[in-house]
């Protein structure tokens, strides 16, 4: 009786061990493939990483390319200020000089003489005296920052027929440059339409550091 029992226990073993091993081998064949599977994945992933970075390789060439700016290419300028305007190529009078007798007033400039002006009047550029009417230069140019911050010849165009507290605020977020401007369009609309409220000339007034309400013509200062 005990050997068979004895038998009946070492079999009952060998069958659980070879149980085991097979569990334990269709384990490792499991994970063989999911890692088989997971660098097929990895591998194809890797792949169109690389079509995706050649793609954007080209693109940025293409972009390149066709961002391209010629000199003779024509670029729309506005003057932004009541008054005459002169831009020089170069310093001191030198070079070619193109004139604005009036605010808004527009001229086609080619692209390589407006890289001079800029050059050459930094301090016009950054005061916002002009504005260029060309998104794609003024990238190239490296004034979109600057840009960023200028009130365009529309905002300015719509300015005083905004309400005298809309005026002055506008007024206090502008850049300094254009503060000027401001405060010039302010005086010529007095002399020239003859309707400015008296509130809105003291307080700009007060913000500028000038009586707007009893200054005198420029154009009489002039005579």
């Known amino acids: 009786m005990a050997t068979k029992t ?3 226990t070492r079999t009952t073993k060998s069958k659980s061990a070879t149980t085991s091993a097979k569990t334990v081998n ?21 792949k169109q990483l690389q079509e995706l970075m050649k793609q954007i390789q080209n693109g940025v060439a293409m972009t390149s390319e066709s961002s391209a700016i010629e000199d003779d290419m024509e670029v729309l300028v506005i003057s932004l200020i009541p008054h005459k305007l002169n831009l020089l190529t170069e310093p001191s009078g030198k070079g070619a000089i193109y004139s604005f007798n009036t605010m ?14 800029v050059r050459s009047n930094r301090d016009m550029v950054n005061n916002g005296r002009f504005y260029i009417m060309n998104e794609e230069v003024v990238k190239k140019l490296r004034l ?5 911050h200028l009130l365009t010849p529309d905002e300015l165009k719509g300015l005083l027929k905004k ?10 977020l502008a850049p300094e ?8 369009m302010v005086i010529d609309a007095k002399f020239n ?3 400015i409220d ?19 013509n420029p154009v009489d200062e002039e005579i």
């Open 104 to 117: 808004y007033e527009e001229q086609l400039i080619d692209y390589g003489d407006l890289k001079a002006i």
């Open 163 to 172: 309400k005298p507290e809309q005026i002055v605020e506008i007024y206090k």
């Open 177 to 184: 440059g254009q503060k000027q401007i401001i405060v010039d």
């Open 193 to 195: 339409k003859g309707k």
């Open 6 to 8: 004895t038998t009946t």
């Open 26 to 46: 269709e384990r490792e064949e499991t994970l063989i493939r999911e890692n088989e599977e997971i660098k097929a994945q990895l591998a194809e992933t890797q």
């Open 144 to 148: 979109k920052t600057i840009y960023n």
């Open 198 to 216: 008296a509130n809105l000339l003291q307080e700009l007034g007060q913000l500028c550091g000038k009586d707007l309400l009893n200054i005198e």
